[in-house]
């Protein structure tokens, strides 16, 4: 009787600590999506301004175009946002 009911405890246990597992790895996951879409936009940024200094003089194009698109050249090879 007794060996039954610590089978039952160890299948709750487990229930419940499973899910908290689950729950920390996806935690885990999600955190890790974020650093990769914080580092993408800061290089899509940087990539802007980059693009403002070194060629804004040199197109007839307004420089605003230029940092737009090298922007967007940018945050499009990366795949997350």
Not at 22 to 45: P, Q, S
Request: aromatic letters at 8%; charged letters at 15%.
């Amino acid at each position: 009787m007794r060996r039954a009911k610590s089978r039952g405890q160890a299948m709750v246990e487990f229930a419940l600590l499973s899910s908290l597992l689950f729950l920390m790895v996806m935690g885990i996951f999600d955190f890790g999506r974020a650093i990769a879409v914080y580092i993408n936009i800061a290089e899509a940024a940087h990539e802007g301004a980059r693009q403002l200094v070194l060629r804004s003089n040199y197109y007839s194009a307004p420089p605003d175009s230029v940092v737009v698109n090298a922007t967007l050249a940018k945050i499009g090879g990366g795949g997350m946002v």
